[in-house]
T-cell receptor, first 112, second 113 residues
């Protein structure tokens, strides 16, 4: 079972920041938080991941609370092309598995 | 470099038949994972292959099987198809190292009638 809880849907105005929350209260010390998104009828796309420090890349920022029980994915300037289902995944980094356990995700709708 | 490719993209089969789906990973990637996506169950892990060996397996019946070739290309097979096997089948490839980013293909949409 997925170890994360996300709101089923969110809306965001184009050009504004989209803040997508994720709860992972049972996360273990050696588990990372990963974010993927899936645009309609395409394969999921990796966005970002982190352990405990905040992370930023060209797509998004990831803010992880100090107790690591929740995190927020931030898309700083949402565009219509960011409309997708966003998945927050807790993943144990192991050399012998690539397995991802997807939850139900958050459907983000960006409107003009 | 070329992304993950899956063939065919669309497939229609009849109950009781069997089907083989193919996945070509990104060059240099040694790990290939397969997922099933349905409206009711979401994205579910089927199995993962690394260097021609099955490394992990999800909770699916034995009708679902796979293999990986020496060039890292992978196939999955579903025998005795059921209506409930209608789904988008996705494969993902990675270097196979701990925490390596996974790249997904566009998927094969299988419809069983």
């Amino acid at each position: 079972d997925a170890k994360t809880t996300q709101p089923p849907s969110m809306d965001c105005a184009e050009g504004r920041a989209a803040n997508l929350p994720c709860n992972h209260s049972t996360i273990s010390g050696n588990e990372y938080v990963y974010w993927y998104r899936q645009i309609h009828s395409q394969g999921p796309q990796y966005i970002i991941h982190g352990l405990k420090n905040n992370e930023t890349n060209e797509m998004a920022s990831l803010i992880i609370t100090e107790d690591r029980k929740s995190s927020t994915l931030i898309l700083p300037h949402a565009t219509l092309r960011d409309t997708a289902v966003y998945y927050c995944i807790v993943r144990l980094l192991s050399y012998n598995t690539d397995k991802l356990i997807f939850g139900t995700g958050t459907r983000l709708q960006v409107f003009p | 470099k070329a992304g993950v490719t899956q063939t065919p993209r669309y497939l229609i089969k009849t109950r009781g038949q069997q089907v083989t789906l193919s996945c070509s990973p990104i060059s240099g990637h040694r790990s290939v994972s397969w997922y099933q996506q349905t409206p009711g169950q979401g994205l579910q892990f089927l199995f993962e292959y690394f260097s021609e060996t099955q490394r992990n397996k999800g909770n699916f019946p034995g009708r679902f099987s796979g293999r990986q070739f020496s060039n890292s290309r992978s196939e999955m097979n579903v025998s005795t198809l059921e209506l409930g096997d209608s789904a988008l089948y996705l494969c993902a490839s990675s270097l196979g190292l701990a925490g390596a980013e996974q790249y997904f293909g566009p998927g094969t949409r299988l419809t069983v009638t």
